[in-house]
């Protein structure tokens, strides 16, 4: 595979516009932190859903789902399928209340929540901990996946991949901040589906795989199709769909995906103008992420298992790769090499601008944490909003250069995948509490992150060595979310509880209420405080579990049906579209009852 005129052409003038964006987008960029991180709290809700499915398209998603695909067949993806049900927690439940809070990033949190010096210690240990090391990782692994598409559609080295990607990156993250970023993800989403949907047609018309009919029909193919793990086979139903839709959608704190909302989904949410905008945004991201994506990436690792059946088929067929890097994930940009030209140009761009609105995202998001809870709260309080912005920059460039170094050291997205499922393994029930039960304090937050931090070095280096049997990747989860959630329910019932002046202004902010607060609330009223008047304390959370369940099923419904409608399934299919149509008309109605500004 060789790119031709045309196909450079094509890259060339997809680099200019995003350059060109870029630079519209940085008037006033520089002007405040608040302009910078969350463009000035103003952004329409399309935009900033779009950018949130934007970010989550990274180039390392289909491989990852390649990935699955081929080992597991496409049941396997329920890994992060389960993760929907965190996505519409965030959108019923939390994307009101962090629009409340009016913080500037979510480590902001820690401060109007907790009291005291161990308050401020977690905000700005944190701020490192996730702003440089856990964006660092999520950033590697990123780059890994451009690595793997750089050395086969583009015969790059590894080096010269990553400083050619990064420089565009960086050029357009640091001048123009997130408005900067909204703007390329929204250009760059629009150009990454185009190619992952013409990809999959024009593979799929390949003569070796017959079309549609001949792909859902051939033998290498058919056991991979089921949307449901087999249930005669016990272990794939407990790793595939009871553990994490049982377990890991609540418990496991994973970017994009986290209990409770966080990271760059927070920081979208903050930049909403109110609080139906941060609702609406986030309802928008999950419906794309999940409904929308996968299939186009799915059926091109079905139609890998007939032109590259195995590893060694791979090895075989670039000899000229290090085979270290050469898994079951490298088998899709190995498909993608077989694209014709000028096609081949648009989507070595899609996965550039997949590359790209992923990693501009993480290091406007990281950068945040560093400027604004790390240097400004502790190095340089007094410091002005251009100097907060000015360290903004830094870092980014900072952040960036560590992690394509790390990249270098990874070899497969799965790899990565695992790895930060289990550093994140008993933390997430801690975010979903945190705001509706008073009793949880800093020591709480401390001891989850570092007993699942502990917990995951020891799986991942320790334990290989120790000569003791091995413990399949599914119960190092388990394992270090029993062992992770019993010590920080321990410690939080053996320290003492936040002071009280701080969860009574905590509780007039965002107005939480259900009956976690009951303590808090029976207090003030006995002392004649009013936290918040009479009529605001009715508690709506349990309409919206009813929207969660009900946002759950119509996503899962129309994901399905569309598979089965691929599959030339025709009745199951008509009766999940229908199914569909029933939750969606029945989630309007639930919707409209729920409390927002």
């Known amino acids: 595979m060789v790119l031709n005129a045309l196909d450079w052409i094509i890259l060339v003038v997809f680099f200019v516009i995003l350059l060109t964006i870029g630079f519209l987008a940085s008037r006033n960029a520089g002007r405040s932190a608040k302009d910078f991180f969350l463009s000035g709290r103003n952004m329409p809700w399309w935009l900033l859903g779009v950018s949130m499915v934007a970010t989550t398209f990274s180039c390392d998603t289909p491989n990852l789902v390649t990935d699955l695909v081929r080992q597991k067949g496409v049941a396997g993806n329920w890994a992060w399928w389960a993760f929907l049900l965190t996505g519409m927690l965030t959108v019923f439940v939390y994307a009101k209340l962090w629009r409340r809070s009016k913080v500037l990033t979510d480590l902001e949190f820690y401060e109007i929540r907790y ?36 050395a086969v559609m583009l015969h790059w080295s590894a080096g010269q991949t990553l400083i050619i990607a990064s420089v565009v990156v960086l050029i357009y993250a640091t001048i123009g901040g997130l408005r900067s970023i909204l703007l390329t993800d929204f250009f760059q989403f629009g150009i990454a589906m185009t190619g992952a949907i013409g990809a999959a047609v024009i593979l799929i018309r390949m003569p070796e795989v017959g079309g549609l009919e001949g792909l859902i029909h051939n033998k290498a193919v058919m056991p991979k199709l089921n949307l449901l793990p087999d249930f005669n086979d016990t272990n794939m139903i407990l790793t595939l769909l ?136 502790f190095l340089n309080p007094k410091a002005t909003e251009k100097q907060v912005v000015a360290a903004g920059r830094i870092s980014t460039i900072v952040l960036m250069i560590l992690a394509g170094i790390f990249a270098l050291l990874l070899q497969n997205a799965l790899q990565a995948f695992n790895i930060l499922l289990q550093i994140g393994a008993g933390t997430g029930l801690i975010y979903i509490l945190r705001w509706f039960w008073w009793r949880i304090n800093a020591y709480t937050e401390i001891t989850g992150m570092i007993v699942s931090f502990v917990i995951a070095l020891y799986f991942q280096f320790v334990h290989p060595l120790t000569g003791l049997p091995e413990i399949a990747t599914h119960w190092q989860l388990v394992i270090g979310v029993g062992v992770t959630t019993a010590a920080w329910l321990a410690v939080t019932l053996m320290t003492k509880p936040v002071e009280k002046e701080k969860l009574r202004s905590f509780y007039r902010l ?65 009766i999940l579209t229908f199914a569909a149509s029933i939750t969606i008309f029945l989630l309007t109605r639930a919707w409209r009852r729920l409390k927002m500004n």
Not at 116 to 139: C, H, P, S
Not at 348 to 367: C, E, K, R, Y
Not at 526 to 542: C, K, M, S, T
Not at 547 to 569: D, R, V
């Open 510 to 574: 965002v107005h939480p209420g259900g009956p976690g607060w009951k303590k808090v609330i029976a207090e003030a009223d006995a002392e004649g405080v009013e936290l918040i008047p009479q009529e605001d304390r009715g508690w709506d959370v349990p309409t919206g579990i009813l929207c969660i369940l009900l946002g759950a099923f119509s996503i899962y419904f129309t994901l399905f049906a569309t598979g089965y409608y691929i599959y030339e399934n025709f009745v199951p299919a008509i």
């Open 242 to 377: 009871i553990l994490p839709l049982a377990v890991q959608w609540w418990s496991v704190w994973y970017p994009g995906a986290e209990p409770g909302g966080g990271g760059y989904i927070a920081q979208r949410m903050l930049s909403a103008k109110n609080e139906r905008g941060a609702m609406g945004a986030t309802l928008l991201f999950n419906t794309l992420h999940y409904a929308l994506r996968p299939w186009p990436w799915i059926l091109v690792a079905l139609a890998s298992l007939i032109i590259f059946p195995d590893i060694p088929s791979l090895q075989a067929a670039f000899p000229n790769i290090d085979p270290h890097i050469v898994k079951h994930d490298f088998a899709y940009p190995a498909m993608l090499s077989l694209l014709p030209n000028g096609f081949l140009g648009l989507v070595v761009a899609s996965l550039i601008a997949a590359f790209m609105s992923t990693t501009a995202s993480q290091l406007n998001w990281g950068s945040s944490y560093i400027a604004n809870d790390f240097y400004r709260r």
């Open 115 to 150: 009291s005291g010096r161990l308050a401020a210690f977690l905000r700005g240990f944190r701020a490192i901990y996730l702003g440089a090391f856990f964006n660092v990782m999520v950033i590697a692994t990123v780059s890994l996946a451009l690595i793997k598409i750089g």
